[in-house]
């Protein structure tokens, strides 16, 4: 099993930046991407990043965040973060970090086995 937990959602006006946190345990050397989704109240879960965790540093972005946020790793210490800048009032979801054991489809949420418990974002205008 992998195990991830997200942190650093928060209030913040538009156009101010946010950190996400995304810390995994268990098994995490099976991971293949690592990637962010997001999902507002009465609306679908939404890719917004993925990221290689090992091997190479490819990423991938949605077009609507492509610009403006950045997803990294960290994997000494087994975090996964997005850097959320430019932000705006339709950014405002609940943010979840997700772990794949394969990389096909990585803009699927079925691609994905493992799933944080999310962590809101709330961008007031």
């Known amino acids: 099993q992998v195990q991830l937990v997200e942190s650093g959602g928060g209030l913040v006006q538009a156009g101010g930046s946010l950190r996400l946190s995304c810390a995994a345990s268990?098994?995490?050397?099976?991971?293949?991407?690592m990637g962010w989704f997001r999902q507002a109240p009465a609306k679908g879960r939404e890719f917004v990043a993925a990221?290689?965790?090992?091997?190479?540093?490819?990423?991938y972005y949605a077009d609507s965040v492509k610009g403006r946020f950045t997803i990294s790793r960290d994997n000494a210490k087994s975090t996964v973060y997005l850097q959320m800048s430019s932000l705006k009032a339709e950014d405002t979801a609940v943010y979840y970090c997700?772990?794949?054991?394969?990389?096909?489809?990585?803009?699927?949420?079925?691609?994905?086995?493992?799933w944080g418990q999310g962590t809101q974002v709330t961008v007031s205008s």
């Open positions: 990221i290689r965790w090992s091997g190479g540093d490819n990423t």
């Open positions: 997700a772990a794949a054991p394969w990389g096909l489809s990585y803009w699927v949420p079925n691609s994905y086995n493992y």
């Open positions: 268990g098994r995490t050397f099976s991971i293949y991407h």
